[in-house]
Each structure stands twice: as C-alpha cells, then as structure tokens.
C-alpha cells in the first residue's frame, strides 16, 4: 500500500504496468490471430461453401427434372399422335377392307346371277331343242295318223313341219325373254 | 442521520475509496518491471479464462455449432459483423478482424473482471492496458493510412485537408496534428480507463459504506441505509457489466472507424 498523502498520478503508468499489459495483449492477440480466428473463419468458409453447394446442387436437381419432365411430355405426345396415326390406319384400312368385300361381293353375287342367267339359257335352249325334235316327231306321227298315210313327198313333207316350227318359235321367243 | 455517520466518521472513520485503490502493494518482483501486485493477477486470471473459453468452444469446431461453439461465434459474429465489416467493408475487415477482435475480447474480458466476485476489480482500470491498447491502435491505423495512400498524401490528406485554403494552413495544420495524432490515442485511453477507474470507485464506496452502516457503525437508524446502499450496489454491478461491454465496443468501434478513416484520403 502507498502511504496516505502519496497520490500517484492516474494517468502515469508505472513500468511494470505497461510491461504485463504488453504481454497480456501478445498473449490474446496471439490466442486470436493464429488459433480462434482461423478456425472460425475456416468454420465460416466452409459453412458457405456447403450453403452455396446445397443450393447449386438443389438447381441442378431442380433442371434435371425439368428436362425429365419435358422428355415424357415430349414421349407422351408422340405416344398420343401414334396412338392416333394407328387409329387413323386401322380405321382406314377397315374401311378398304369393307370396301374390297363389298365389290367382291358384288362381283361374285353378278358372277352367280350371270352363271344362273347361262344355266338358264342353255337349260332352255336344250328344252327348246328337246321339245322342237319331239313335237316334230310328234307332229309327224299325229299327221300321219290323220292323214292315214306317209307322206311320200320327203321335200314337202320337211317345209310343212320347219314353218310351222317356226310359227311357234316366233310365238313364244317374245314370251320367254 | 447525516450527522450520526458524520459522528461515526470522526470516531473509528469511514475512508471513501481513492487512487490507492488501484495500486495495491506488490507480490511479487517488488520494485522492477516485472512487479505483480493483484491487479496484475487479476489480469493474468481473465487472460486465462478467455484463452480456455475460446479453446473449450473451438477446440473441435463443428460445421453446426454447438453448446460453446454457438456462444463463441455469437460473439466472434457480432465483432466481425456490427464492427470490422459495418465499419471497413467486407475486405478490409478480413485484414484488421484479428486486432480488433483482440481489442474488443481483451477489453471485455479485463473490464469483467470489475464485477466478477473475488476478482473485483477491472484490468483496465490501470491506466498501462488502455495506454497499450491504444497505442497499436494508433500505430494500426497509421499503417493502414501509409500503406494505403503512401506517407505524404496520408499526411497531408490528414493535415491538411482538400479544400483548405494554403494561408490557413498555420492553423489547420498544429490543430489536426493535434486532433489526429495526440488526442485519438489519449482519448481511448482516457475514455476507457475512466469509466472503469469510476465504476470500481462507485461499487467499492457503495459496499463499503453498506459494510460500514451494517457492522462498523453500530447504530440500528443506519441499517435501512445500509439497505439502500447495498441496492445501489447491486444496480451498479448490473450497470458495470452494461459499461464493459460498451466500452469494449466504443474502443473497438472507434478503432475501426480510424483506420477506415485513414484509408480513405477524402473524410
């Protein structure tokens, strides 16, 4: 303790105050500038490099769906317009297809009316033929009954029974056509 | 009542603190540069105390902070953002945090030491560690200043300023010399060491004057006085960690703004 009465001066450092207070400031400054420091800055950079990484990596994570989005949006539109150009195929190809049976169908209908139409004839014809040579013979046989006798005259005995053939064909062509 | 602790005072006396206070008798070295008295101790103490607070919390930094690590980057935060780079920007304050992180933990830790129990009394209530402190100061931004604008523009930037016409320079020039080069330094000093020089005055009077009221003087009409003293005390105590907290700040803030200052040549 200084003696009462010995005021000393506040403002005049003693040495061994400057001397201590000179260390403790190297002491702490040292403590700060190579230990707390470098580790809190450290601590800083790499937390900002994790926030800016997370967030760039967030970005691209964000285009990567976009993109994928696009592709199946693009995918599905084809998948779409397929679908319709198939459809439109299909349909198209039916209808042909309808079309083709259509005039085949006709076609075999004409050939069958046609092939019935031919029968027909020849069927008549032959008929015709039949029933010429058998009322011929028929007419004959009848004549030579009423008439008695055979007609000795072979030439006018065939233009008698050719004319009136004939009478007939001409009566009934009209009716059979 | 006036007259009672005035009776007591002539009798066995009641001795209001004064300047002996902060020159406690030495321990150790008596007499050289390296004597320590308490108040070295003291000092010694908070010196430890910061350097194992900031050990413990950084020891194994994490990316997520934890427990003291929270509490450490919280105050690391503050002095790099509301000060170095508020102040200086962004780039220079990556250069002058380490001086004035120093600045301000140094200052908080030794003016704590005021208000913490069996320590008592603030580190920076000698004048050696404000004088220290303010003096690198000083020598930091003058090196900022030079070695931003070279020694003769730095110069005459700071004394005498553009705009000033040459025949005031008798003038100008003595009162920022002045101005820039004797009363920043002194007033850091002087702002720092006495509010921590009066704020150990305040806490000591008013505990005293409660020890002296309950014990010494003997007379019961005291006590509530006692009472009232012991409050004063309290309120004090909280107010003197208010007080060294701010002046750490104000000593931190004001060095930053001087070497922003200096490495600007317009101000």
């Known amino acids: 303790m200084l003696a009462a009465g010995d005021n000393p001066n506040p403002l005049l450092p003693p040495g061994y105050d400057i001397f201590w207070s000179a260390v403790c400031f190297v002491l702490v400054g040292l403590l700060f500038w190579k230990f707390v420091l470098p580790i809190f800055q450290r601590v800083l950079d790499e937390r900002t490099d994790k926030i800016e990484g997370g967030i760039a990596r967030a970005e691209k994570a964000q285009q990567e769906a976009k993109e994928t989005l696009e592709q199946y949006q693009a995918q599905l539109a084809e998948a779409r317009a397929e679908a319709a150009r198939i459809r439109d195929d299909a349909r198209a190809e039916g209808d042909q297809i309808i079309e083709e049976m259509r005039a085949r169908a006709q076609e075999e209908s004409a050939r069958i009316v046609a092939q019935g139409q031919a029968q027909l004839d020849a069927q008549r014809a032959q008929i015709v033929a039949e029933l010429r040579a058998d009322l011929g013979r028929m007419s004959i046989d009848l004549a030579s009954r009423v008439i008695g006798e055979s007609l000795e005259d072979e030439a006018r005995r065939r233009g008698t029974v050719d004319r009136f053939l004939d009478e007939l064909d001409s009566v009934s062509a009209p009716a059979s056509k | ?267």
């Open chain 2, 1 to 267: 009542m006036l007259a009672a602790v005035l009776a007591a005072g002539d009798g066995e006396g009641f001795h209001a603190p004064g300047i002996e206070e902060f020159y406690p008798g030495a321990l150790l070295f008596e007499g050289t540069i390296f004597e320590i008295n308490r108040i070295m101790l003291v000092r010694f103490v908070m010196v430890a105390l910061l350097a194992l607070f900031f050990i413990l919390a950084l020891r194994r930094a994490k990316l997520v902070p934890r427990g003291l690590q929270n509490v450490a980057e919280y105050f690391l935060d503050f002095v790099r953002l509301h000060i170095a780079e508020e102040i200086l920007g962004k780039g220079a304050a990556r250069r002058f945090l380490p001086i004035l992180t120093t600045f301000f933990f140094m200052i908080t830790a030794l003016n704590l030491a005021g208000v913490i129990p069996l320590l008592n009394i603030a580190g920076t209530s000698l004048i050696g560690t404000p004088l220290v402190l303010a003096i690198v100061a000083w020598i930091v931004f003058n090196y900022a200043g030079i070695k931003a604008q070279g020694f003769g523009p730095y110069m005459k930037s700071n004394l005498l300023p553009s705009g000033v016409p040459l025949y005031m320079a008798p003038i100008i020039v003595p009162v920022e010399f002045v101005s820039t080069f004797i009363l920043r330094p002194f007033a850091l000093t002087v702002r720092l060491l006495a509010n921590m020089m009066a704020g150990h005055l305040i806490l000591v009077l008013f505990f005293s004057a409660t020890n002296f009221m309950f014990v010494e003087a003997g007379s019961a009409l005291l006590a509530p006085v006692g009472v009232l003293t012991l409050g004063a005390g309290f309120a004090f105590t909280l107010f003197e960690i208010l007080v060294a907290v701010l002046q750490a700040y104000i000593f931190t803030l004001l060095a930053a703004v001087y070497i922003d200052l200096a490495s600007h040549a317009e101000h």
